[in-house]
């Protein structure tokens, strides 16, 4: 069974702060790895994507891919209350897409 | 460019009726996809399609079918709507990353 697990939260973290988000998957055929961000009432938009091992950074955020551990985590530096959202974590094989459950995330002003 | 747009956004059924939800995308993309998500859960895969004319089973199928005559469109039927398929349903298209439509949320009474 293809899984991703996600700490559903909710995370909290003050404005300024990193948030440190985590994401587990079990197939080890798994080719790449999504992350989604998710506003209340809306759909899901991709912040990042990683498919190599080690780090992959956008602005803010950071993607880190484990393979080995089958792990892979996004960091939020200078955290916003903008960035307060459930964040999706996916992998994929093939065309096809796992998703995780998501974790809530709130900046605190 | 509209992206991926789905109609409608909001829809009240009864048990029993049948509808069918409507899914465009106009970035000529082979890989189309249908999710729902329940309250505090990730996305579950119901149906996808790698191309017109290719359709194939998800997660969650029953209840539901698909059909993809062309590129741009991949409506879901609902027959005999159950309480069970209240939910929000995105349609998402692809490949390498997918890019989702609005959602639909249906209310199944």
């Known amino acids: 069974q293809k899984e991703v697990e996600q700490n559903s939260g909710p995370l909290s973290v003050p404005e300024g702060a990193i948030a440190s988000l985590n994401c587990t998957y079990s197939?080890?055929?798994?080719?790449?790895f999504f992350w989604y961000r998710q506003y209340s009432g809306k759909s899901p938009e991709l912040i990042m994507f990683?498919?190599?091992?080690g780090d992959k950074e956008d602005g803010r955020f950071t993607a880190q891919l484990n393979k080995a551990s089958q792990y892979v985590s996004l960091l939020i530096r200078d955290s916003q209350p903008s960035d307060s959202a459930t964040y999706l974590c996916?992998?994929?094989?093939?065309?096809?897409?796992?998703f995780g459950t998501g974790t809530s995330l709130t900046v605190i002003p | 460019n509209a992206g991926v747009t789905q109609t409608p956004k909001f829809r009240i059924l009864k048990i029993g009726q049948s509808m069918t939800l409507q899914c465009t995308q106009d970035?000529?993309?082979?890989?189309m996809y249908w999710y729902r998500q329940d309250p505090g859960m990730g996305l579950k895969l119901i149906y996808y399609?790698?191309?017109?004319?290719?359709?194939d089973k998800g997660e969650v199928p029953n209840g539901y079918n698909v059909s993809r005559s062309t590129t741009e469109d991949f409506p879901l039927r609902l027959e005999l709507a159950a309480p069970s398929q209240t939910s929000v349903y995105f349609c998402?298209?692809?490949?390498?990353?997918?890019?989702f439509g609005e959602g639909s949320r249906l209310t199944v009474l």
């Open positions: 996916a992998s994929s094989i093939g065309n096809q897409f796992y």
């Open positions: 197939d080890r055929g798994s080719q790449s």
């Open positions: 990683i498919y190599s091992n």
């Open positions: 970035m000529n993309h082979n890989y």
């Open positions: 399609s790698v191309g017109a004319g290719i359709t």
């Open positions: 998402a298209s692809g490949p390498g990353e997918l890019f």
